[in-house]
């Protein structure tokens, strides 16, 4: 159990993981929460960090800061993908041993496994064949923070665990249609399209790759449940044990959003992952299930959303 006194830090807690991690905590009372906006630290400054961390000193780290976005973001903008997130996960998790941080939670991505993982992919599938190319980057930053908290674990005896949520959404989230995942994306662009009347609604590639799709709030869940078991184990994925293809995710939101426009594919985008099912398994011996099922999370998500008035 987490002492309800702890000093808890949750790193990007303005984002759409960090920021459900903490309505999460502070609904379990856990009240002493550490939080620095990007304005009052800048994660990838490494002297910035140590000076912090050796200041807070905090007894649990949640890493929730990322530079986060979705196939178009991963595939444009790879230098930033895996320097920002190498020197985030590097400071934290390095001065995190230094300063004498027992505990720390990595928040790595499904897309660490490789593209043609079994499905459903388990844990043990990491590092077994090549990455999906549109997001290389960003899955060999991720894996190096993996490796870094079990090389710490390994040589210290620190309980550095790390989880792999599947592909996330809820309040928070970022409905930048160049930079947003699929499902911000087309519950924006289904708004806009019912708003103006359109006839069309473009979905990008083929529609026929399969995704899973978890709440966030049922991530911070699940991220908590494993904090208060005390679980120091190897990684662990986090997800709902479903997926659906793009196409049938694309109708669910339309339905939801009461969209009535064609959907139209773009094949020039890419499809990147064919398919992205993780095995939670382990997570269920955990003790721990998802509990919001896919329609409800995209009606709660989409009355949450900035655009809709
Ligand atoms: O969510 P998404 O951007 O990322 O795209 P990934 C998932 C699928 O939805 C792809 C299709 O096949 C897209 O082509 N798609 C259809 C769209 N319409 C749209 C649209 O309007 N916007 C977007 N964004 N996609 C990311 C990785 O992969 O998943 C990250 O790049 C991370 O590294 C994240 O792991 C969870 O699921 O393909």
């Known amino acids: 159990m987490i002492d309800k006194t702890a000093r808890i830090f949750v790193s990007g807690h303005r984002g759409m993981v960090g920021s459900a991690l903490v309505r999460r905590l502070h609904a379990g009372g856990y009240a002493n929460l550490l939080t620095r906006t990007h304005a009052e630290l800048d994660l990838t400054d490494q002297r910035a960090v140590h000076a912090c961390l050796d200041q807070e000193k905090p007894d649990y780290l949640f890493i929730a800061a990322a530079k986060v976005g979705g196939i178009q973001a991963n595939n444009q903008y790879r230098a930033e993908f895996l320097y920002q997130n190498l020197m985030i996960e590097a400071n934290l998790i390095h001065r995190a041993h230094l300063a004498g941080v027992q505990r720390l939670m990595f928040l790595a991505s499904s897309c660490i496994y490789p593209r043609d993982a079994a499905q459903p992919i388990t844990e043990d599938s990491l590092l077994t064949g090549p990455l999906e190319p549109t997001n290389e980057p960003y899955a060999i930053a991720k894996i190096a923070g993996i490796k870094l908290a079990e090389s710490y674990n390994r040589q210290y005896g620190r309980q550095y665990v790390s989880v792999m949520p599947t592909n996330l959404y809820g309040p928070n989230d970022n409905y930048d249609l160049a930079s947003s995942h699929v499902l911000p994306a087309l519950m924006r662009k ?120």
Not at 195 to 216: C, H, I, K, N
């Open 190 to 309: 289904a708004h806009e399209a019912k708003q103006r009347g359109d006839a069309e609604m473009v979905v990008w590639g083929s529609g026929t790759p399969r995704r899973e799709f978890l709440y966030v709030d049922d991530l911070a869940d699940a991220c908590v449940h494993l904090m208060q078991q005390g679980y120091d184990g190897p990684l662990v994925n986090i997800g709902c044990g479903q997926d659906v293809t793009i196409r049938e995710l694309a109708e669910m939101v339309m339905d939801v959003v009461g969209c009535n426009a064609k959907i139209a594919f773009d094949a020039s985008q890419p499809d990147g992952t064919p398919r992205k099912l993780l095995d939670v398994s382990r997570l269920a011996k955990l003790g721990w299930r998802a509990s919001t099922p896919l329609r409800e999370g995209i009606a709660r998500a989409y009355a949450a959303a900035p655009f809709h008035s």
